[in-house]
């Protein structure tokens, strides 16, 4: 008897533990810095056609990754989604992403939108290009990110701050490209061109641009897709600098699978399905921004903006040399 109830306990005890196991195959946690009513409809997309459903955090990026730090290898978490390069890599920097070998994933986004090792893939593409009042220039008088800092321009230009992870991401990429003192002296140029201090948000910045209050800005395509929406008729116009030279600057949105998820396969699935056909379309869409993967066309709206050039440097650089724009900025007084 005593034999036969190790038996039936054992039974029970595996009967248990695969049903547990196939309850958390069944579930991907995912820690997100994008919105809400950015990612939900994906998520929702996702558990319909796959049956695995998709639980999820927002928040803050900084604030996600110091999370995971603190969480360690009790981290519910199972894929981190944020914006910026420069974030992704801090979180493979800090160990709390893990490689990911897939080739879909691979075949998908471009070498120079993901990880060199594989830790994060870019799932958006985001350009950070110029911005003029259609009332005072035209394109002609526009062209390159570096020409901005021409004396030419003094009293004419806006910014946004210098905090944002987003200008410090393309005072990174300018360093990969200049170096530190080319770079040091375009940056000073353009503190010396500001019509007013910076801005805190792109979108302020874009509506003094078409305000008059200056005549010419760098911020996120976006931003501009969305004043687009609320007013077809705002005089502004989205212009493609350095195509004769490295190209438009670019960032990304993207994921990876942490460093300790309970369920690598499904987030490694999820991630796959964010870089498909379908997905794709949804991703960049919902936000007007470009898909990572290049053989998806961006929406009509985005379209419509034309065509560029995109810098091809990895936008790890964005992240490796985050610290030393950092500094070069406070140099060179862009606060």
Not at 118 to 129: K, M
Not at 137 to 149: F, G, K, P, R, V
Not at 169 to 185: D, F, P, R
Not at 187 to 213: C, H, I, R, Y
Request: charged share 20%; net charge neutral; proline share 4%.
């Amino acid at each position: 008897m005593q034999c036969k109830q190790w038996v039936i306990l054992a039974a029970a005890l595996m009967t248990t533990w695969v049903s547990h196991s196939a309850l958390a195959s069944d579930e991907v946690v995912v820690y997100s810095a994008r919105n809400e009513q950015l990612i939900k409809p994906l998520f929702d997309a996702y558990t319909k056609e796959s049956g695995v459903e998709v639980k999820f955090i927002t928040g803050k990026a900084g604030s996600l990754l110091q999370r995971l730090k603190a969480e360690g290898d009790n981290t519910p978490a199972d894929l981190l989604i944020t914006v910026d390069a420069g974030n992704l890599w801090q979180a493979a920097n800090m160990g709390l992403l893990q490689p990911v070998s897939s080739a879909k994933l691979s075949e998908a986004i471009p070498a120079h939108l993901r990880d060199p090792d594989n830790q994060w893939y870019g799932l958006s593409v985001r350009a950070r290009t110029i911005v003029y009042n259609t009332n005072k220039l035209n394109d002609s008088d526009l062209s390159t990110y570096e020409d901005l800092a021409d004396p030419k321009w003094k009293g004419k230009l806006c910014l946004r701050t210098a905090k944002k992870v987003y200008n410090q991401s393309l005072v990174a990429m300018m360093i990969a490209e200049h170096g530190e003192s080319q770079t040091e002296a375009i940056v000073k140029g353009w503190v010396a061109n500001l019509a007013t201090k910076p801005f805190s948000s792109d979108t302020k910045m874009m509506e003094a641009v078409a305000a008059g209050q200056c005549e010419v800005g760098i911020g996120n395509t976006y931003y501009f897709g969305r004043l687009e929406d609320k007013d077809p008729t705002i005089p502004l116009k989205l212009f493609w600098p350095n195509q004769q030279s490295s190209g438009v600057h670019v960032n990304i949105s993207g994921g990876g699978v942490t460093k300790y998820a309970s369920n690598v396969n499904g987030a490694t699935a999820l991630l796959e399905w964010l870089a498909s056909d379908k997905a794709q379309n949804l991703f960049s869409d919902s936000n007007h921004e470009y898909p990572a993967n290049a053989q998806i066309k961006p929406s009509a709206q985005v379209t419509a903006w034309g065509s560029f050039k995109g810098n091809q440097v990895n936008v790890a650089k964005a992240g490796e040399l985050q610290v030393d724009a950092v500094k070069l900025m406070d140099r060179a007084r862009y606060k």
